[in-house]
């Protein structure tokens, strides 16, 4: 069966830091991969999708950027996070069935 | 522009139904989805109903979809302090978004409360 990991579950950051955050998949190949955010109180806002290594699309003009080095792997980074940034971070992939868009466990990230 | 909205809050008790009400803009939606996320955790797909069917049952769960008025209502049977969490529904565009990529739309969630 299939499984989605992020990591980590959670992160506390400064201002100004640097942000990696990891979403692997198991048990599919080529899967779309999806980077959500969801802010407090707020529905979840689409990032970055990506449908092949090294394809990624970015849905909002922000200072994130996404990666996608293996297949069934997607990455999350910042060079330098702001207050804003905070929120929780939620990966998603579709697979065979594109229909179906299944979330990872999700990383909350406070940045101070 | 596409837009999706639900009540933010319901509050039910223990045994009763729950009604979870949602309204979308854009006509040409394929599938809408109904999502559960506990407190903490990711989203977990609860089920989706193609745009040219009206109902869909799953045990417990009864999703109607008036196309005509882009309404789409979840129906929790026999409501059970578990089912607490926020509800959000989604709905998806008519085919690939680029090259295959499928975005889904969601509105902010609807948090049921259920109370003993």
């Known amino acids: 069966s299939q499984t989605i990991h992020q990591w980590p579950a959670t992160l506390v950051q400064p201002v100004g830091s640097p942000l990696s955050l990891e979403c692997t998949v198991e048990?599919?190949?080529?899967?779309?991969l999806y980077w959500y955010r969801q802010a407090a109180g707020r529905g979840l806002q689409l990032l970055f999708y990506s449908v092949g290594i090294g394809q990624i699309s970015s849905e909002v003009p922000q200072n994130l950027s996404a990666s996608r080095p293996q297949d069934r792997q997607f990455i999350l980074s910042s060079k330098k996070l702001l207050l804003s940034d905070s929120g929780f971070y939620l990966c998603?992939?579709?697979?065979?069935?594109?229909?179906?868009?299944?979330f990872g466990p999700g990383t909350r990230l406070t940045v101070l | 522009g596409e837009d999706v909205e639900q009540s933010l809050f319901l509050s039910v008790r223990e045994g009763d139904s729950s009604v979870i009400n949602c309204t979308y803009t854009d006509s040409s939606s394929t599938y809408l989805y109904w999502y559960k996320q506990e407190p903490g955790a990711g989203l977990q797909l609860l089920t989706y109903i193609f745009s040219n069917m009206d109902m869909k049952q799953d045990q417990r769960l009864t999703v109607l979809l008036n196309k005509k008025d882009k309404h789409l209502s979840l129906r929790i049977a026999d409501t059970q302090t578990g089912d607490s969490a926020i509800y959000f529904c989604a709905e998806s565009p008519p085919g690939p978004l680029g090259a295959g990529s499928y975005q889904l739309t969601f509105g902010k969630g609807t948090k049921l409360s259920v109370i003993p």
């Open positions: 048990g599919t190949s080529n899967p779309n």
């Open positions: 998603a992939w579709t697979g065979q069935d594109k229909n179906e868009q299944f």
